[in-house]
């Protein structure tokens, strides 16, 4: 029997916003607790709702970078139920008229090959609070700081077919919302969240599965982790004669397994009905050209732009376009050094990412500033150092906090280039060896490296390579 | 000093004929010996009324006083006091405490009046005769068998009893109207959005407000004034600028189109009451009005729209009282659900359940369309009706309520008879209009007289033109000068 | 319209009431007269009728600037509260 899997993502992105989505407290992550909760998150009696329009900016953001419809009139429902981490006993969330609908993004797929989601709509909702166990007996503590923190809900289309393809729209989501300075994408800290919805059925069937909805996923790794595991217990379920069960499971790192939630297994019905304390919420044309006119470069655009006008592959500029911060670093580098692309992007996702990842820096923090790397660049280019030694001398540049000139000059790595001087040096390590060079002479052209790599040490790293190429050519050919 | 108007209050205080003090004093003095038998405060702030008073002396005296300075006013228990307790009629909120002002407290604080008190009021505002409050009911000083009308029944009785010269209430589906109509007093409920709802207790969103609880419409004017105007913390608000309600009040009647609303004296209506209101609408003729009959022709589903509607909106609203964070906690809860349910068991009374679960039942999977979505479409056929009729008319007229004060216990066997007392006032609600009750009149009930009102709808926002019809017709007639006796 | 014994438990759960043996006929009879009440509104021709859910038509929903405008309250807050410890609000405990 061959199966196909089929994915759905919901994607709960806490927008960026300094307050919250109905009342003016704090959004700031990691305060003591309820010190960020004010009366209107607490729920008390009395209080109202007023909306954060930040937050309908960035929804409606979204919208336009998604391609998808801004609905000009769109309303505040209340979700009924009951949980300690939700004060009034209902979330104000959107149901019918959700502010957008009909959205899309394209993946790349590892074969090269894009594939479109759909996205099905994206509401704005508030957070609930927080329930912490540990330290309690049979007693949980409630902290209601992110109670009324505004979400976006992102729900695509059930497109996905692998766990692959799902982390790929995943990405492209996360990156998407950082780009657009919606979110800040932090999943240790639970701004961007991920609930997979997951079903299977047989290749030639047309009709859904029953699916199962794992929640609250918050690294990617456990999101392909987690879908792989859930569609392996639905095949070993269905294979063996029975039929899944339409329930809310959650992952378990630890075991690499999913299990179901025990307070879900009552069916909710959470008696939408549009909440009487808001007003619709309508958006004139004059909003939607204001966002538009502030949207970036999205991703995909400047990606396409780096292949068309600088050449660079697809791969290429889908790494360095991964983040709006780390792309404009390579477009300042290949802006100061007046071109050279292909060698900004080298070293970018070369030693640049290298140093950012082993020092667990984002690109903001950079200890060598675009400015600074272009500087470097360019002295490699006007073969005042090498490319080998110019690798040297960015470690330096990362640790001391200096620019390359400085360090070039400290530690006197100007680039030999004259040649009289390389002459020298080479008829000195002639002189030293001729054993190889007679060897050489009679055919061993392998050795014509062994000069090389002798010259080199000889003169600290520090011959301009093609000119001592070309002299030692030159020179152990007799001339 | 108890029998002063508002009016006549500021123009003592003004004219140092007595100090906001001495009339505080002299207030309070009276709500301890006669309050208890009618039962209208929850809470007596009797502190708090006279640092309030000294306050309001001193700000007098530096001649810094405005219309309201010094003036003592109670306020429903339903509008959150800093620092004093607000029960809303309810055990769930037997101790609570309430951490901030509601914006109808704060704006008349800060035009100086004094605090006496919290009233006594309907749990949760669900009823119509104060009878379901946890701490009681209240007794209506025309006939302490009776009723005083609710769910502001306690602001009703202060006020009728010479008490409290003037209270808020709320009006969701008549609570500040009829009491006022059984207790002898003019009572508004403004256009929705007026007034800001922050700070008010929510019974249900789309239809409640705030409004005044006063001896005339002179009284009325001075304190919707004080009170309404836009509040950023309020979605539901208007931003619109407030008239000058006492200003209005002479405008004369002259040309004025009244539709009397033919759906209201139907064959629920006392007829004594019917006879009264005609003889009013006969006044109002004799001073320049022009009179014609109107039909609401969806009126009579007003009743069933709103306890669709009502109950609905509560049951939402009323799901923070679960005892995690104020109000009544259970005792030794065994789980988290048990915890749900006996706090909102215990600390809810048997009407507010009742709403609860109505409103739970109309919003449920299957029932939605049927009851809810039906309901909302009603309202608004109700809505258009009255906006036919003020294409034609400039008011629409009728009795308040069907009955004068009934006897407590009377009608509390069946919830459809309690929930018929509040058949004229509704529609008002539903649309969103200002009304107000006004006195006409007394019919007799054995060896009591007992008082009626008329009521006048107008369209969105037409309060100055309401409270001037109410004041011309007060300048002619004394009926709402008459006190309960032993009360004068 | 009558309502049975479990559609009335059933709704006293979602609304988290606790009901007690002796009053659920009580409610039962209460809530059917209520619902048979209303019942009323199926007879109203609503055909092409917009629900209402506002009573000012045209209002729509004003936008707030995004400020942060509180501070830390949070015991004056919680004096309410019936159970605290180390600013948190204490409960039964939650099972996931």
């Known amino acids: 029997m061959e199966w196909e899997t089929v994915i759905g993502l919901e994607i709960h992105a806490q927008l960026a916003t300094r307050s919250k989505i109905f009342s003016a407290s704090s959004t700031a992550y990691g305060a003591a607790p309820n010190t960020q909760a004010n009366l209107v998150d607490l729920g008390y009696p009395g209080v109202l709702p007023v909306l954060n329009g930040a937050a309908v900016r960035m929804a409606v953001r979204f919208g336009l970078a998604t391609g998808a419809t801004v609905r000009r009139r769109s309303i505040f429902a209340r979700k009924n139920y009951f949980y300690p981490d939700l004060p009034k006993g209902y979330q104000i969330s959107q149901y019918e008229l959700p502010i957008v609908e009909d959205g899309s993004l394209d993946i790349l797929l590892e074969d090269g090959s894009r594939k479109t989601i759909g996205i099905t709509r994206a509401h704005l909702e508030e957070d609930a609070g927080k329930s912490l166990h540990e330290g309690f007996q049979g007693i949980s503590g409630i902290d209601l700081n992110r109670a009324g923190t505004p979400l976006l809900e992102i729900v695509s289309e059930p497109d996905m077919r692998s766990a692959r393809e799902a982390i790929a729209y995943m990405k492209k989501v996360h990156t998407l919302v950082r780009y657009l300075g919606i979110c800040d994408g932090n999943m240790q800290e639970g701004s961007f969240r991920c609930d997979a919805n997951v079903s299977v059925r047989p290749r030639v069937q047309a009709a859904l599965g029953t699916r199962a909805e794992i929640k609250n996923l918050n690294s990617f790794r456990f999101v392909e982790r987690a879908i792989n595991h859930e569609v392996v217990r639905q095949i070993g379920v269905l294979e063996s004669g029975g039929s899944v069960v339409q329930e809310t499971r959650l992952y378990d790192p630890d075991r690499n397994e999913t299990r179901a939630m025990r307070s879900k297994e009552e069916a909710n019905d959470y008696r939408y009905f549009p909440d009487p304390d808001l007003l619709p919420l309508v958006i004139d044309d004059a909003l939607i050209e204001e966002v538009r006119g502030t949207l970036p470069e999205l991703p995909d655009e400047k990606a396409a732009r780096y292949c068309r006008d600088f050449e660079l592959s697809a791969y290429d500029a889908g790494v360095l376009t991964a983040s709006r911060d780390l792309a404009m670093y390579f477009e300042t580098v290949v802006e100061r050094l007046g071109g050279q692309p292909k060698l900004a992007a080298n070293w970018v996702m070369g030693e640049l990412s290298g140093a950012l990842n082993r020092d667990g820096l984002e690109v903001e923090a950079s200890r060598v500033p675009a400015t600074a790397l272009a500087g470097l660049l360019a002295r490699i280019g006007d073969d005042t150092i090498s490319g080998k030694l110019a690798k040297e001398v960015f470690e330096a540049m990362w640790s001391e906090n200096r620019g390359a000139d400085e360090i070039i000059d400290a530690r006197g790595l100007r680039q030999i280039t004259d040649t009289g001087a390389i002459e020298q040096a080479i008829d000195a390590i002639m002189a030293a060896n001729p054993k190889q060079l007679a060897e050489y002479r009679s055919g061993k052209d392998k050795l014509f490296g062994f000069f090389v790599g002798q010259v080199m040490k000889a003169t600290q790293g520090k011959a301009n390579p093609a000119q001592l190429n070309e002299l030692l050519k030159r020179k152990l050919g007799g001339a | ?488 | 319209m009558s309502l049975t014994r479990a559609q009335v438990e059933g709704i006293a759960r979602l609304a988290r009431l606790q009901i007690t043996e002796e009053q659920l006929p009580v409610y039962v009879d209460s809530l059917s007269r209520i619902i048979d009440f209303v019942e009323q509104l199926s007879a109203a021709k609503t055909d092409d009728v917009e629900p209402m859910a506002h009573p000012l038509a045209g209002q729509v929903q004003r936008l707030r600037a995004d400020e942060v405008r509180e501070t830390d309250q949070h015991e004056k807050y919680q004096r309410n509260a019936p159970s605290v410890a180390a600013g948190l609000y204490l409960v039964p405990k939650v099972i996931e």
Request: hydrophobic fraction near 40%.
């Open chain 2, 1 to 488: 000093m108890h029998t002063l108007t508002v009016g006549e209050i500021a123009a003592g205080l003004a004219a140092r004929r007595f100090s906001s003090v001495e009339i505080t004093r002299h207030l309070l003095g009276r709500i301890e010996r006669l309050g208890a038998g009618l039962n209208a405060f929850v809470t007596v702030t009797a502190e708090r009324a006279l640092q309030d008073a000294r306050e309001a002396d001193a700000r007098l005296a530096r001649g810094e006083g405005g219309p309201l300075t010094g003036v003592p006013i109670a306020h429903k228990d339903i509008f959150c006091t800093d620092g004093i307790l607000t029960t809303c009629g309810s055990r769930m909120l037997g101790n609570f405490v309430a951490p901030y002002d509601a914006t109808v407290v704060a704006r008349w604080r800060s035009a100086g009046t004094v605090l006496l008190g919290k009233t006594n009021m309907d749990e949760f505002a669900m009823g119509s005769s104060n009878e379901t409050s946890f701490f009681g009911p209240v007794r209506n000083p025309w006939d302490p068998a009776r009723v005083p009308g609710g769910s502001s029944g306690g602001s009703a009785t202060a006020v009728a009893a010479r008490l409290a010269p003037a209270a808020s209430g709320t009006d969701t589906g008549g609570s500040i109207r009829q009491p006022a109509a059984l207790t002898n007093l003019t009572g508004l409920k403004p256009t929705y959005g007026r007034v800001s709802r922050y700070g008010m207790i929510a019974f249900a969103s789309s239809l409640d407000q705030a409004g005044v609880l006063a001896r005339s419409a002179e009284d009325a004017a001075r304190l919707l004034g004080a009170m309404a105007g836009f509040d950023p913390r309020d979605s539901t608000c208007v931003d619109s600028p407030v008239p000058d309600y006492h200003g209005a009040l002479a405008a004369p009647l002259e040309g004025l189109r009244i539709g009397v609303l033919r759906e209201f004296f139907d064959k629920g209506l006392d007829p004594r009451v019917g006879m009264l209101v005609r003889a009013a609408i006969a006044a109002l003729e004799e001073r320049g009005a022009s009179v014609r009959e109107v039909s609401l022709p969806h009126l009579p589903l007003s009743v069933p729209t709103y306890y669709v509607v009502a109950p609905a909106e509560c049951s939402s609203n009323l799901s923070r009282f679960d005892g995690a964070r104020f109000g009544h906690r259970c005792e030794k809860p065994r789980d988290l659900l048990d915890m749900y349910e006996r706090s909102r068991g215990e600390g809810f009374g048997d009407e507010v359940k009742r709403r609860i679960m109505t409103g739970t039942y109309v919003l449920s999977a299957g029932y939605y369309d049927a009851y809810y979505l039906k309901a909302q479409k009603v309202r608004q056929l109700i809505a258009g009706d009255f906006a036919r009729a003020f294409a034609e008319v400039d008011v629409v007229i009728g009795p308040t309520t069907p009955t004068a004060a009934f006897e407590l216990g009377a009608k509390t066997s069946d919830p459809i008879t309690m929930y018929l007392n509040d058949i004229y006032t509704i529609g008002a609600n539903l649309a969103g209009l200002p009304a107000v009750s006004v006195p006409c009149g007394f019919v007799r009930e054995g060896d009591r007289e007992l008082p009626t009102g008329l009521q006048l709808i107008g369209p969105h926002f037409s309060e100055a033109r309401l409270l001037g019809i109410a004041h011309q017709y007060q300048v002619q007639t004394s009926w709402h000068r008459r006190m309960p006796p032993g009360y004068e």
